[in-house]
């Protein structure tokens, strides 16, 4: 008891090592100005609930005092030290022994300075602690830069944008401009601490526990696990006592499953750690592994073979359950886990890729938790009420059909991964059309199997088609004639998120008629390589695009998207196809959308060192990748960015929002705030 309690305690431990870097405050970095030879330099500290930062005057042997590093520079003079505008909050920390003076929810600090030419960059850093009523975070030292075009036109390089709220209280400040010569090295600033969708990840969680909770129940049904359910409920009732005991050592059993599955779950994510998580979905190599899993796992539950794990492992596991006692029921879960491998191993394994590469840093061990509880949850129910067992089906070869049906479903989803790789690396040989045609053929296949049309080597003769079967058979064959209309081109929106992009088919008869592009895309950079969903004119280049915008005066809207991101093609397809949000992106702002996974090498003088990674950056998708992480301290797509001509942010960036009136005011938003500017 006392080894599977310390074995639960260090899994948790660890998993809590490995969780996201807290950043608790967030800084901004904007100016004033007050004349034309004087300006003011803002710092604004933003806390989260409960934590703070310390003013610039403590005491010795206090906690690191919040400090200003300014680097030297003929071009401008220090007016004056730097004020604290907000009045800090005092009071006395046992811990220190002394009174401290700290800042919590927003602290404010000004430091004028004069201005001796036109053309001044202020460079330095800033090094603060934040500490809250249970910790205290290392110091940290965050570099800043303020590039003053003109002793008239101050605006800070502000690797943290204002938030709009500090937009509407100082409407004189100017926010960002970017130096789109160096976006290569934008590393130099500070990222900016954008905010992450907790909405959107807690769906992208329950999908995955949702997932998992289906993939559970469906091998319990399994011919590996099925027929076992009278023997072990029978074992229950027969060593106990009485029901009370039998189904006390049930919900031990159903216990030990979950403790099982969920360490499992855990030493995945421990493994290969959160960001590792969210680069699966986006590696070419990985992404073909995945798919080669899946074929494999498909070819298992069709029958070519069973994936089976060492007979040692089982025996022994099986020697150590005949103890007897907790640790015995313990092991018994561990033997059902070992025998049953060859049905649920497929099924574990296609929902820990699912997981992995949904980005999620929890995901494994949240999509273990759904799939044991499944599991375990007939063991208990069935221990409790024994007599339902005279009424459950009888083992026979149904179970070896459940098996069939779910190895058509792995090879459909298999191809998804393959496509992933074709986008990536552009080969351009699984297109929408191929990808719909294979879909077609492998769900009518199993339509037909299911109607008895079509018999693998295992399968047992039957007599007439089952109701259940005939409904199932229903539902497959009529969403494989839904996909028929697919191959000229219809937008499919219910499975677009997991379809090639719409513009990767050749013969579209639903977008052909929408014409966005204007004479000169073909001479766009890299407009060889994308092609912008539902016909819309964007570019596929920062600098480019920016320089349009600023051309022709209208705000930007940036794209960080990928080739394998599902929520990305779902946006494309439910949200902008939409009337007001197509309209607003083809005419309203200059769309730039930039591939963060994209595998084309840059030219070798484009290549650079990130300062924010340390990574060598090659391929175009890596320096995109690399301007989102050090701008914007997100590595999550789709991930959208509105900017205004000199490349400031308007409004606070977002991901996926699946509700087009809500995306609709997103971008109306970023329309006021631009017009205002």
């Known amino acids: 008891m006392k080894k599977i309690f310390f074995l639960i305690l260090f899994f948790a431990t660890v998993a809590s090592g490995f969780a996201e870097i807290e950043k608790p405050v967030t800084w901004s970095f904007t100016t004033k100005n007050t004349d034309k030879q004087q300006a003011e330099l803002i710092f604004t500290a933003t806390m989260e609930s409960g934590w703070h930062v310390y003013s610039q005057f403590i005491g010795s042997g206090g906690p690191v005092p919040t400090s200003f590093k300014f680097t030297p520079s003929p071009d401008y003079e220090l007016d004056g030290k730097m004020v604290e505008q907000t009045k800090p909050t005092k009071a006395y920390e046992k811990a220190f022994d002394m009174e401290i003076a700290f800042f919590a929810n927003k602290a404010i600090f000004v430091q004028k300075v004069k201005l001796i030419k036109v053309g001044v960059i202020v460079t330095g850093t800033v090094k603060f602690m934040s500490c809250n009523d249970e910790q205290c975070l290392p110091?940290?030292?965050?570099?800043?830069?303020?590039?003053?075009?003109?002793?008239?036109?101050?605006?800070?390089?502000?690797?943290?944008?204002?938030?709009?709220?500090?937009?509407?209280?100082?409407?004189?400040?100017?926010?960002?401009?970017?130096?789109?010569?160096?976006?290569?090295?934008?590393?130099?600033?500070?990222?900016?601490?954008?905010?992450?969708?907790?909405?959107?990840?807690?769906?992208?969680?329950?999908?995955?526990?949702?997932?998992?909770?289906?993939?559970?129940?469906?091998?319990?049904?399994?011919?590996?696990?099925?027929?076992?359910?009278?023997?072990?409920?029978?074992?229950?009732?027969?060593?106990?006592?009485?029901?009370?005991?039998?189904?006390?050592?049930?919900?031990?059993?159903?216990?030990?499953?979950?403790?099982i599955y969920v360490v499992l779950g855990l030493a995945i994510t421990i493994i290969f750690g959160a960001d590792a998580l969210n680069v699966?979905?986006?590696?070419?190599?990985?992404?073909?592994?995945?798919?080669?899993?899946?074929?494999?796992?498909?070819?298992?539950?069709?029958?070519?073979?069973?994936?089976?794990?060492?007979?040692?492992?089982?025996?022994?596991?099986?020697?150590?359950?005949?103890?007897?006692?907790?640790?015995?029921?313990?092991?018994?879960?561990?033997?059902?886990?070992?025998?049953?491998?060859?049905?649920?191993?497929?099924?574990?394994?296609?929902?820990?890729?699912?997981?992995?590469?949904?980005?999620?840093?929890?995901?494994?061990?949240?999509?273990?938790?759904?799939?044991?509880?499944?599991?375990?949850?007939?063991f208990a129910l069935f221990a409790m009420f024994p007599t339902w067992l005279s009424k459950m089906p009888k083992s026979g070869g149904w179970l070896n059909s459940v098996k069939v049906v779910l190895g058509f479903l792995e090879l459909a989803l298999a191809l998804k991964f393959l496509s992933n790789v074709d986008l990536a690396y552009h080969w351009k040989l699984f297109d929408r059309e191929v990808f719909l045609v294979l879909w077609i053929v492998i769900f009518g296949l199993l339509g037909l199997y299911l109607l008895g049309k079509l018999r693998l080597a295992h399968d047992a003769e039957t007599k007439g088609i089952p109701v259940i079967r005939l409904f199932l058979a229903i539902i497959v064959l009529s969403f494989t004639m839904y996909m028929v209309p697919g191959l000229w081109g219809a937008p499919l929106r219910s499975i677009a998120a997991f379809l090639p992009p719409q513009q990767t088919q050749d013969f579209d008869l639903y977008t052909a008629a929408l014409n966005n592009k204007p004479d000169d895309h073909q001479t766009r950079k890299y407009s060889d390589l994308f092609e912008a969903p539902l016909h819309l004119d964007a570019f596929f280049d920062y600098e480019e695009g920016l320089a349009y915008a600023q051309k022709m005066h209208k705000p930007v809207m940036i794209d960080f998207t990928g080739h394998a991101c599902v929520n990305c093609r779902k946006m494309e397809a439910d949200v902008w196809s939409k009337k007001d949000v197509l309209a607003r992106l083809s005419k309203d702002y200059v769309l730039i959308q930039l591939y963060?996974?994209?595998?084309?090498?840059?030219?070798?003088?484009?290549?650079?060192?990130?300062?924010?990674?340390?990574?060598?950056?090659?391929?175009?998708?890596?320096?995109?990748?690399?301007?989102?992480?050090?701008?914007?301290?997100?590595?999550?797509?789709?991930?959208?960015?509105?900017?205004?001509?000199?490349?400031?942010?308007?409004?606070?960036?977002?991901?996926?929002?699946?509700?087009?009136?809500?995306?609709?005011?997103?971008?109306?938003?970023?329309?006021?705030?631009?017009?205002?500017?």
């Not at 090295?185 to 907790?198: D, F, G, I, Q």
């Not at 960036?653 to 017009?675: C, E, I, R, T, W």
Request: hydrophobic share 50%; glycine share 8%; with cysteine.
């Open 139 to 259: 110091p940290e030292e965050l570099p800043f830069t303020f590039k003053l075009n003109s002793s008239a036109d101050a605006a800070a390089v502000a690797p943290a944008v204002a938030h709009e709220a500090d937009v509407k209280q100082q409407p004189e400040q100017v926010t960002t401009a970017v130096d789109t010569s160096k976006i290569a090295t934008l590393s130099t600033a500070a990222p900016a601490a954008a905010p992450t969708s907790h909405a959107a990840a807690s769906r992208s969680l329950w999908a995955i526990f949702l997932a998992g909770l289906l993939g559970g129940f469906a091998a319990f049904f399994m011919p590996c696990i099925f027929p076992m359910l009278p023997f072990t409920v029978s074992y229950f009732t027969k060593s106990a006592s009485g029901k009370g005991g039998a189904v006390g050592k049930a919900l031990l059993y159903a216990a030990s499953i979950i403790v």
């Open 596 to 677: 963060v996974d994209d595998k084309t090498e840059l030219p070798v003088e484009e290549q650079y060192v990130s300062k924010f990674s340390g990574k060598t950056i090659t391929t175009i998708g890596g320096k995109w990748s690399d301007v989102q992480a050090t701008r914007y301290n997100a590595n999550s797509q789709p991930f959208y960015v509105l900017l205004d001509t000199k490349g400031g942010m308007l409004i606070s960036p977002q991901g996926a929002d699946y509700n087009s009136d809500d995306f609709v005011k997103f971008l109306d938003k970023g329309l006021q705030v631009f017009a205002q500017r």
């Open 280 to 378: 699966l979905s986006t590696n070419g190599i990985f992404n073909f592994f995945f798919f080669l899993l899946l074929v494999v796992f498909a070819a298992s539950f069709l029958g070519a073979f069973e994936i089976t794990l060492p007979a040692s492992w089982i025996n022994k596991t099986d020697a150590k359950a005949d103890k007897g006692g907790f640790m015995g029921i313990f092991f018994m879960a561990g033997t059902l886990a070992l025998v049953s491998f060859s049905c649920t191993g497929p099924i574990i394994g296609t929902l820990l890729v699912q997981a992995a590469t949904m980005g999620q840093y929890m995901g494994p061990a949240v999509g273990m938790l759904g799939f044991s509880i499944a599991l375990a949850i007939p």
